[in-house]
């Protein structure tokens, strides 16, 4: 069974640093996606940004870019240039490729940003 | 315009009782998710139906069930409702079952047991 683990339950960054939120995976299958979400307060699950697992290169979405390690089974979020709306809950999730919908999500990290 | 859409977004409701949650897409999607989360934050998948027909039941409870009239909508029945129910629950739609189509989520709709 697939599984997901994000390791920081909080963290906080200083308004226009540099945050890494980590996630790791466990699995065996070669096709997969892994993807964050963003939980603001309003409750709302936002899609931030999506990795193919057969894509070397690291997927960025303006000011989020993620470091994805393959072989380590390594799923690294980082935001740049942190902003007070990015205050939220996010979440790493796994999906098999020719899966039937299942995503696994991690438990979540807690991210404040502070003014 | 909502690309999906739950109603209510808070129910409040004693044990024992019997609600529904409705959710509708607008995206042309073919599968739709019922997700819950519980207290702790963590979500967890439920039901997933493809074009009207049931692909994914996470052993959840016969209390819950699911019912797609169309694929455009996917709502959710709960019978006898227990104090471990309270938690938010979405739902979401995807283009289909394939892991490299993102799933859009509606808002949630927290449900609470008194």
């Known amino acids: 069974a697939q599984t997901v683990t994000q390791s920081q339950p909080e963290m906080s960054v200083q308004e226009a640093e540099t945050v890494t939120l980590s996630c790791t995976y466990d699995?065996?299958?070669?096709?997969?996606?892994l993807f964050w979400y963003k939980q603001p307060p309003s409750r709302q699950m936002i899609l931030v940004i999506r990795?193919?697992?057969?894509?070397?290169q690291n997927a960025t979405e303006n000011r989020f870019s993620v470091n994805f390690q393959k072989a380590a089974k390594s799923f690294s979020l980082k935001i740049s240039d942190s902003q007070l709306g990015d205050t939220a809950m996010y979440f790493c999730a796994f999906i098999k490729g020719g899966s039937q919908g299942n995503l696994i999500f991690g438990k979540g990290t807690k991210l404040s940003v502070k003014p | 315009d909502t690309a999906v859409s739950q109603t209510p977004k808070y129910l409040v409701t004693q044990m024992g009782n019997d609600k529904s949650i409705k959710c509708e897409q607008n995206l042309g999607h073919d599968t739709m998710y019922w997700y819950k989360q519980d207290s702790k934050k963590f979500l967890k998948i439920m039901f997933s139906y493809n074009n009207k027909e049931l692909i994914i039941n996470e052993t959840v409870p016969n209390r819950f069930s699911p019912k797609s009239p169309d694929k455009a909508h996917l709502n959710l029945h709960i019978n006898s409702l227990e104090l471990g129910d309270s938690a938010v629950y979405f739902c979401?739609?995807?283009?289909?079952?394939?892991?490299?189509?993102?799933?859009?989520f509606g808002d949630g709709t927290r449900l609470s047991i008194l």
């Open positions: 990795q193919e697992a057969y894509k070397q």
């Open positions: 699995t065996s299958e070669n096709n997969y996606y």
């Open positions: 979401a739609s995807s283009q289909s079952t394939l892991g490299n189509q993102p799933q859009h």
